[in-house]
């Protein structure tokens, strides 16, 4: 691809990378073999199942390089066009090897409105790192998302395809990265949008400081 495209407005991939896992590696297992029986039958073609195998196969070797999309075209017996297209078009799936844990900033339209582009700053700034880099030691991966859906509790960030934290101010970004450098995640995030902001004083952010602990199950996680 990169012989006849000269000017290319964003990188493309390499043709034929070196592999990160070899042939042994590349296999599943007779059980998640069975969990991906099982999601196929719930759709009328195996293309169905795509995303269940691919956060499957995520989970399984941590990022999704070209042959681990093989392995996972290979396994649904579809194109593995398919299956790149599937997997470059959402952020949550790890084309390539990220820290130990990956934090989503959002910056759409509620976050912006409310600082998160400065929480993207503060945090590039303090791990040292643009976003889309992950900090030396591996620790932290920073990318900058589209809506995740907590809009009400603007701005966010998402840990790992986890947990979201909400309502970030630069005081809990420090706890956040405090916790996680000590591997654990904090149980603070924050009430939603109050429904009559006259009750918050017309300030939205006074409920900076309220705990409620809310974590999302990756979904390969959830057994069926
Ligand atoms: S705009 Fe950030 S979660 Fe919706």
Not at 99 to 105: E, K, P, S
Not at 161 to 183: E, H, S
Request: hydrophobic share 40%; charged share 20%.
């Amino acid at each position: 691809m990169t012989d006849f495209i000269k000017n290319p407005v964003v990188a493309l991939p390499e043709r034929n990378p070196a592999p990160h896992f070899s042939e042994q590696e590349l296999v599943f297992s007779a059980e998640e073999k069975a969990r991906i029986a099982r999601w196929v039958s719930q759709y009328p073609t195996p293309d169905g199942a795509v995303m269940w195998v691919l956060w499957l196969a995520q989970e399984k070797f941590g990022f999704l390089p070209p042959e681990v999309l093989r392995l996972v075209a290979t396994e649904l017996d579809i194109p593995y066009a398919q299956v790149y297209g599937v997997a470059t078009f959402y952020t949550q799936y790890f084309k390539e090897k990220k820290g130990t844990y990956v934090l989503d900033v959002c910056t759409c339209f509620s976050c912006q409105l409310t600082g998160g582009c400065d929480i993207l700053h503060y945090l590039e700034e303090k791990l040292a790192i643009h976003a889309g880099e992950t900090t030396a030691d591996g620790c932290f991966t920073l990318q900058e998302v589209e809506c995740l859906g907590a809009c009400g509790s603007a701005p966010m960030l998402q840990v790992s395809n986890g947990p979201f934290v909400y309502c970030l101010t630069k005081k809990k970004v420090d706890a956040l990265i405090a916790a996680l450098r000590a591997g654990r995640m904090p149980g603070f995030t924050s009430v939603t949008l109050p429904q009559d902001e006259d009750e918050m004083g017309g300030n939205r952010r006074t409920d900076v400081e309220s705990t409620i602990e809310y974590a999302a199950l990756p979904i390969a996680v959830r057994t069926r």
